[in-house]
């Protein structure tokens, strides 16, 4: 039987994916050769990384398939082989003469490696351009829960990236996409990472999957708030945030009991005051106990700003468009736009727990865990009767902390003592406390109760009547919020 062009291609892909792992082509190298920032990388750094990179193997590699730069077909067959030059060649990643000219960016991001559209250029983008990891993707990453699961979900696959991600702990992953170049890079980026449990369909959002249910769902699909339907990554279509609505509404319904669901989102608001009605709306409506992370918040007119920055260099095409923009959202009644993520947790309990943070995309790291830990934990709380019951539990540190005391000086009386503890990882989530109470959780041993711990602090710092009974108060508010952010655990 003859091998179709499809087979062929992802058998090169995969040889590929291997030429790359031995020329240790991934995070590590990168930022090795290119500095700190070399993952914000646009096409205006190109002329100095290129001239900062070393004759290796490895920087070859770099300039060919990060930078996105021509490299003659001899070097590069030094540096991959001729049988991954031809790799690129034959999954139309690069156009092969004398010299290597990439059509595409493979981007390493964790132990993967992900091949998409090569550097955005804005508005000279084609409508069905394939972005590359984002800062969205990498927000949904972050704050995907990442259990083994029997089958996980992909809504709006584009690149394939949270697929992938997903297909390392699920047994199988369906993948949607209505662009056929995003479903065509998600079948080669399988390959390349020797994936063989990623099933991709074609369809919008979650009309490919029928009537199934899954354990985890993960949505990175375009919603921008826009009058455009320009690009099919970036804008969402429908009213307002009307897309955002039925992801995260669809998102929840499509869920089996004990599933997860990540989904970015951007919610709109009449009102600056209250920004979060309609997003708190929609997660009430699920079933689902429910976090919402906000990431970025602005009014009309920054939002279409922020989204029309690569006109910015033109100064009349940028004000058509922001007027365009401002009319939209007026005629909307719009004032605030949220973006951010929605992370769902079909619990089957009647009445389900909503929570609601602000979180910084540059600064968060992964944070499943956290998130499945905060999740255990406000089951655990919402079970208890009062909320001293929380005395007769035993807890540990779960998350790495930081623990700050600052002394504030005042004028003709003793100096104030103030204190906060934050998450050194995952959400970098804040909490300001009473500095008697950060030494309760500094002393948490999960072989004592709460409050055998407490007694323990009391006596060493001699309280007693009712400044004990404010260390209990205070300690246990702290431990709540502690334990809700997954930064405690229920020992």
């Known amino acids: 039987m003859a091998t179709d062009a499809a087979t062929t291609n992802r058998a090169a892909a995969a ?3 291997e030429a790359l792992r031995a020329v240790g082509y991934a995070e590590d190298g990168i930022i090795e050769l290119l500095g700190e920032d070399g993952y914000s990388t646009g096409p205006e750094d190109l002329p100095t990384h290129a001239r900062r990179l ?3 193997k490895l920087a070859t590699t770099v300039r060919l398939l990060f930078l996105g730069l021509a490299v003659p077909t001899a070097e590069a067959e030094r540096a991959l082989g001729r049988r991954a030059v031809e790799a690129l060649a034959l999954t139309g990643f690069a156009e092969v003469d004398d010299e290597v000219v990439p059509r595409t960016r493979i981007v390493p991001v964790e132990d993967l490696l992900i091949a998409a559209d090569s550097y955005s250029r804005g508005i000279e983008d084609p409508a069905d351009y394939v972005a590359a990891f984002s800062p ?18 992909d809504v709006g696959t584009g690149s394939g990236a949270q697929a992938l991600l997903a ?3 699920a047994r199988r992953v369906v993948a949607t996409d209505v662009n056929p170049r995003a479903l065509e890079f998600t079948r080669l980026n399988a390959a390349l990472n020797g994936l063989a449990n990623i099933e991709v369909r074609s369809g919008s959002l979650f009309e490919p999957a029928g009537d199934e249910h899954f354990d985890l769902i993960v949505c990175n699909a375009p919603y921008v708030i826009s009058p455009e339907r320009r690009w099919t990554y970036r804008d969402a279509g429908g009213v307002g945030d009307e897309i955002s609505e039925r992801v995260v509404r669809e998102a929840a319904a499509r869920l089996n009991d004990g599933g997860f669901a990540t989904v970015t989102a951007s919610w709109v608001a009449p009102d600056a005051e209250e920004p979060d009605e309609r997003v708190l709306a929609w997660v009430d409506a699920t079933g689902c106990d429910a976090w919402i992370f906000v990431a970025w918040g602005a009014d009309a007119l920054d939002h ?5 920055a690569d006109l910015a260099g033109d100064a009349e095409a940028f ?5 365009d923009w401002n009319r939209y959202l007026d005629e909307l009644g719009v004032r605030w736009i949220s973006e951010g993520a929605v992370v769902l947790h079909r619990t089957g309990r009647s009445r389900p727990v909503v929570r609601i943070d602000e979180v910084d ?3 968060i790291e992964a944070a499943g865990d956290q998130i499945e830990r905060a999740f255990q934990a406000r089951a655990r709380l919402a079970e208890l009767h009062r909320s001293t019951d929380l005395l007769d539990e035993r807890l540990r540190v779960a998350s790495k902390l930081r623990l700050e005391h600052v002394l504030e000086p005042q004028p003709d009386a003793p100096a104030v003592t103030s204190a906060s503890v934050s998450l050194d990882d995952g959400t970098f989530s804040a909490v300001d406390a009473d500095p008697d109470a950060l030494e309760v959780v500094f002393e948490l041993d999960p072989d004592l109760t709460l409050a055998e711990v407490l007694d323990e602090v009391a006596d060493r710092l001699d309280l007693s009547g009712e400044d004990a009974l404010r260390l209990q108060r205070d300690t ?15 020992a």
């Open 15 to 17: 040889h590929l994916g």
């Open 54 to 56: 070393p004759e290796t």
């Open 136 to 153: 969205t993707s990498r927000l949904c990453d972050a704050l995907t829960p990442r259990p083994q699961v029997d089958s996980a979900l």
């Open 167 to 169: 297909a390392r702990h």
């Open 304 to 308: 279409a700003a922020e989204w029309n």
């Open 319 to 323: 004000a058509e468009r922001l007027d």
């Open 361 to 363: 995309q540059e600064e």
């Open 476 to 490: 246990l508010e702290l431990c709540r919020e502690l334990l809700e952010l997954g930064a405690l655990q229920l």
